[in-house]
């Protein structure tokens, strides 16, 4: 990580992605943003407000309603040297561009033996917590990961959202950046019924107006623990150490920050300290990305389990609406897992 650290501002996750958009904007000439909405009106959860006033129509700009011309546009943008940022409103629309994703911009690298890049960035919101229903709730970031060639990125929090997004931009290969808008104004306990927590609160509020990047692909150790791993990322991060703590369990927390480059070092050594392992994601159980977590820890850490390894998901259905507390894995299946774990 490289940063300048001496002037920070206190601000949420959408003020620290719209802060690492207009610093790239600014240093970087061939950095541009497209997407539905996001200049004049500055996107639908205003990640983009003031960027096309400030750098430009040409460099900030409406796109139609149409995510595989959005995707399609920023591959052939990417192949002739610009950095595009495309935002695909709600990440439940981004299937639609997902030939581009896959067929074009992770394959070009590849089928013209490196003389061609693609070095765009999908920003989208994604995940529940806010009523979307089956239609604005979805988290695939497992189909992300299953794209060779495509790097996928999710934050936790306004700091990690602003020095991710810089690499990511950065990056000469498509990245996914996947923004969990639950926790967009502030962390989330989990407990629905409880008053919001605004970021101020919390310590990773305090970004650097300046440039800075966070390295893909290295977790963060939110909590060191001696009893048991807890493999999360985005807004179960937060949800995790609330329960954590509530029940005084010993855990530790990684949050993964990057699914693809995975940090499996990092993974392997706490694993292999605890001898516990505990995943918690949002998406649903089958096939989602904690399977793939629950193999390779099976496969590098086996002689060290003390208990097999649990999940804690959403379901294998549509994302109810009227029962969105009960599909999010909240603090009361949390704790069932972590207790069950601990006697295991």
Wanted: with cysteine.
């Amino acid at each position: 990580m490289m940063a300048d650290e001496t002037q920070t501002k206190t601000m949420n996750m959408i003020e620290a992605i719209n802060s690492a958009m207009d610093i790239m904007l600014e240093h970087d000439p061939d950095t541009v943003v497209m997407g539905e909405d996001v200049g004049f009106f500055g996107g639908v959860f205003r990640a983009t407000a003031g960027l096309q006033k400030k750098h430009g129509k040409t460099r900030v700009f409406d796109t139609p309603i149409n995510e595989c011309g959005i995707i399609g546009v920023a591959v052939g943008m990417g192949a002739y040297g610009l950095r595009p940022v495309p935002e695909i409103q709600f990440a439940d629309y981004i299937y639609p561009g997902l030939d581009q994703l896959v067929s074009e911009a992770a394959r070009l690298r590849y089928r013209s033996a490196n003389d061609f890049i693609c070095p765009m960035t999908v920003r989208t919101p994604f995940g529940g917590g806010i009523f979307g229903g089956q239609t604005h709730s979805q988290s695939p970031e497992s189909i992300m990961t299953h794209i060779c060639g495509v790097k996928t990125v999710i934050p936790s929090n306004p700091y990690d959202a602003k020095g991710l997004l810089i690499a990511a931009i950065e990056d000469n290969d498509p990245v996914v950046f996947l923004e969990p808008k639950r926790i967009y104004n502030g962390p989330f306990s989990g407990y629905y019924d409880r008053p919001v927590e605004p970021w101020s609160k919390h310590d990773a509020s305090s970004v650097p107006e300046d440039y800075y990047r966070i390295e893909l692909g290295k977790a963060a150790t939110v909590r060191a623990g001696e009893a048991v791993t807890v493999l999360a990322y985005g807004t179960m991060v937060h949800v995790a150490k609330t329960v954590i703590e509530e029940m005084g369990v010993d855990a530790e927390i990684l949050d993964l920050r990057t699914l693809l480059p995975l940090d499996i070092d990092a993974i392997e050594t706490s694993v292999k300290k605890t001898g516990r392992c505990l995943i918690i994601h949002e998406a649903t159980r089958t096939s989602g990305f904690g399977a793939e977590l629950a193999a390779l820890v099976q496969e590098r850490c086996f002689y060290h389990l003390e208990a097999p390894v649990e999940r804690v998901t959403g379901f294998d259905t549509p994302y109810p609406h009227s029962l969105e507390w009960a599909y999010f894995p909240g603090p009361v299946r949390i704790a069932t897992a972590l207790e069950k774990i601990m006697k295991d």
